[in-house]
């Protein structure tokens, strides 16, 4: 198990939102913004750090208590994004990332403890799944690092991600937004 206090959580929330046609994270489900449900879900988890990765939106995550790195270039996919979080990360002295996505606003705390008590120390590899594909929130311990350094484009980390543990829930819970129908569909319930 890997202590929260030791985990820098890594929020990324820097997509251009292509298919959704705007900025996606703004949309309300349920009274909130999209992109805030995450953030509400996870304040009481006591995170070393929490890091935002962003490029064009108009959440107050730095009001949320999130350390803003501005990602200039979101057009390289998500894999700078992802390395623009983790230099975050190793700055504060974190020993575990926890990556998460703003677009999954169904993510749970209870979910994201299932994920810390599955890991076990500096090569944990730790992935949601909801029983066939693996897929954020995810936990990498720090000697993954280098290599999450290294990540390009839009594939981000999956190839470490597959060869992790998963930790099943809810296909439910899982969900993300990535177009207009998404959020209708998220919203009919």
Known sequence: MIGAERVALVLLAAGRSKRFGGDKLTQLYLGRPVGLHVVVA????????????????????????????HNDDPAAGMGRSLRLGVE?????????????????????????????DRAEGPDAIVASSDGEIPRPPVLFGCSHFDELLRTEGDMGARALVKHGHHVVTSPAELVDIDTVEDLNRLIRG
């Not at 996870?42 to 790195?69: H, M, N, Q």
């Not at 990360?89 to 749970?108: Q, Y």
Request: proline share 4%; glycine share 6%; with cysteine.
């Open 42 to 69: 996870l304040e009481a988890v006591p995170f070393r750090e929490r890091i935002a990765v962003v490029s064009e939106t108009k959440l107050d995550l730095a009001g949320c208590g999130y350390r803003i790195i």
């Open 88 to 116: 975050a990360a190793c700055e504060s002295g974190a020993e575990a990332v926890l990556i998460a996505l703003a677009d999954m606003p169904k993510v749970t705390a209870t979910h994201i403890y299932r994920l810390l």
